[in-house]
């Protein structure tokens, strides 16, 4: 069964890796394309040093983004997988 999650309860959420379980900082907003509702990217806030050696793309305000496609699960944290950071 789907679980529905708001993008309310995923912001302030802590980032982790799922090959490492390193963290990779906080769940600062989401990017989504308002027509469609396609989600796009996690805004980072407070990036760890381990997030910062990926060079991801950022936005305009120089926060770190992290393809909503390397997004595997959303619980208690939001895992992502590093091999599709790279």
Do not use: C, W
């Amino acid at each position: 069964m789907e679980t529905r999650i708001r993008a309310a309860d995923v912001i302030g959420k802590t980032i982790i890796s799922e090959e490492t379980g390193r963290k990779f900082g906080v769940v600062g907003n989401i990017e989504f394309v308002a027509e469609s509702g396609e989600l796009l990217n996690l805004v980072v806030e407070q990036p760890t040093k381990h997030l910062l050696d990926f060079n991801l793309k950022t936005n305009e305000k120089g926060n770190i983004l992290i393809p909503f496609s390397a997004v595997k699960s959303i619980g208690d944290y939001v895992i992502v997988s590093e091999n599709e950071l790279v």
